[in-house]
């Protein structure tokens, strides 16, 4: 089997910035308790015009052209959102045309904040099996649609921001890269401790959404925040573990660890119960808030453009979501 590695890698964010400030002006909140409990000062928020489709495109180029590869020379595209264009087809039939592909196909996956480790995964074993040369995996989310400012939707509406990042997988040459491994976890048990009731067909009902829906919130977010951080904590922390374990290394040999950029807070929770060195750990949660499955690429692609992460790097990434869903992939850059 030929093994697989990743070619190229790029992201893009909307030009406005919003601060903790302009969050205070959409809901009852303050710069001091953002800061303490998320450790968010800034995120971006696209444009009312602005789709999922609209981020994903420039950043699926960067990656593309950072591989030394043409659009046409892509055979599959993968793409995670939770906010994609409209309710269905899925959200990759409407990038393909944006992107000038025809006929190749095309795959939704939903595995929210670990959309990128699944993503992996997928593209992983589709290469080494010689199915497809080249894989496209765009993350992208506007979930500044998604911000519901009371009292109930506030504790996640403060975190969120938008943006894409991409990724392109292909055939590893003899250089020593390559995708080392991918370890994959879920638990639905603990699915609605971060959820969106509505639309839904467990509702009881025929309608597919309703004015009470609305009125009653249950078309947003809805979080335990105690449940998610500390399931994120102890999943994201384990996973770390798992690989090392499996791949057969020590903590000292992993140049770079790439988490999910959650919270500012669970990452702190991390690296303490870990004993990762924050140094060798990439943050930009501060910067971006929480982009659900397009934190993980972006911050893969700005940690190898900062320099952080170098040819040959070993990076480990490890992601934790709704659902719950969990995983790592350790990575020879």
């Not at 899925?90 to 959309?115: E, M, N, T, Y």
Request: glycine fraction near 10%; hydrophobic fraction near 45%; include cysteine.
């Amino acid at each position: 089997m030929t093994a697989s590695c990743i070619l190229g890698t790029g992201h893009y964010v909307p030009p406005r910035v919003v601060t903790n400030f302009d969050v205070m002006g959409m809901m009852e909140t303050s710069d001091e308790f953002i800061v303490e409990r998320t450790g968010v000062l800034r995120r971006r928020h696209a444009e009312a015009d602005t789709s999922a489709t609209d981020l994903a495109v420039p950043a699926a180029e960067a990656a593309v052209s950072d591989a030394g590869l043409a659009m046409e020379q892509i055979d599959l595209v993968i793409m995670n959102t939770i906010t994609p264009d409209h309710a269905d087809p899925g959200c990759a039939f409407f990038l393909q045309p944006k992107l000038g592909l025809r006929r190749i196909p095309v795959l939704d996956i939903r595995q929210q904040c670990a959309g990128l480790i699944y993503g992996l995964a997928v593209a992983d074993h589709f290469v080494r099996a010689g199915t497809f040369r080249h894989v496209l995996i765009v993350c992208s989310e506007v979930l500044s649609t998604r911000i519901d400012g009371s009292y109930e939707g506030r504790n996640i509406a403060i975190l969120l921001g938008d943006g894409a990042g991409a990724v392109v997988v292909g055939p590893a040459a003899r250089d020593g890269k390559g995708i080392r491994s991918t370890i994959l976890h879920a638990d639905g048990a603990l699915a609605k401790a971060l959820y969106t009731a509505a639309p839904g067909s467990a509702l009881g009902r025929k309608q597919h959404v309703t004015k009470e829906d609305i009125d009653t919130g249950r078309v947003h977010f809805r979080m335990d925040g105690k449940t998610v951080f500390e399931n994120g904590v102890a999943r994201m922390s384990e996973a770390v573990f798992e690989s090392l374990e499996r791949n057969g290394i020590s903590m000292d040999q992993v140049d770079v660890l790439v988490p999910h950029q959650a919270n500012l807070r669970m990452l702190e929770a991390i690296i303490e119960r870990t004993g990762f060195p924050r140094e060798k750990v990439y943050v930009n949660v501060e910067e971006y808030g929480n982009i659900a499955s397009a934190s993980l690429p972006i911050a893969l692609d700005e940690a190898r453009r900062s320099g952080m992460i170098r040819h040959g790097s070993l990076c480990l990434l490890v992601a934790f979501g709704s659902g719950f869903v969990w995983g790592s992939a350790l990575i020879q850059m």
